[in-house]
């Protein structure tokens, strides 16, 4: 299987939905680089998806620009998680939730050593939000101020 053209994926899916075209944001500023100051083994990590993952008995996400979150615990059990979205197919989502919220694999990564530790909590997100706006102005900073309070050295952000 070779490489996954999102881009042209991406405009025919939003065309299929009835959107008008996506407008790609353009970040005119070089992104500030942070480099880890502990190894891996020693970094107590965070997790953001935006797949759509929550928690059996949590409100699902809404269809389009929802910019809510979920707090998913991470001690929570895969088979009490549940996946929805409208921009990807969820088949594979709703048979393993890691393959777009990868707790398990995490969970694996501290017990071998490669990962000092995992946050108490992770959040979750809908992805296809349309209004960059919204995601730059409220909820980066939303998650940016949990991620602090959690205390933790470094987030895996798994985009969907």
Sequence with gaps: MGPVDYIPRIRDNYARLGY???NWVVNRDTPPWAPLRKPLSKCRLGLAA???IYVTGQVAFHY???TS???IPTYVDA???RATHFAYDLSDARTDPNVVF?????????????LGGLADRF???MGGIYSSRRVIEDLAPRLTARFLEDGVDAVLLVPV
């Design 20 to 22: 008008k075209a996506y």
């Design 50 to 52: 935006s797949g759509g």
């Design 64 to 66: 389009r620009d929802d």
């Design 69 to 71: 979150h979920r707090e």
């Design 79 to 81: 088979k009490a998680l």
């Design 102 to 114: 990868p707790i398990d694999t995490l969970r694996r990564l501290v017990r071998e050593g490669f």
């Design 123 to 125: 959040y979750t997100f």
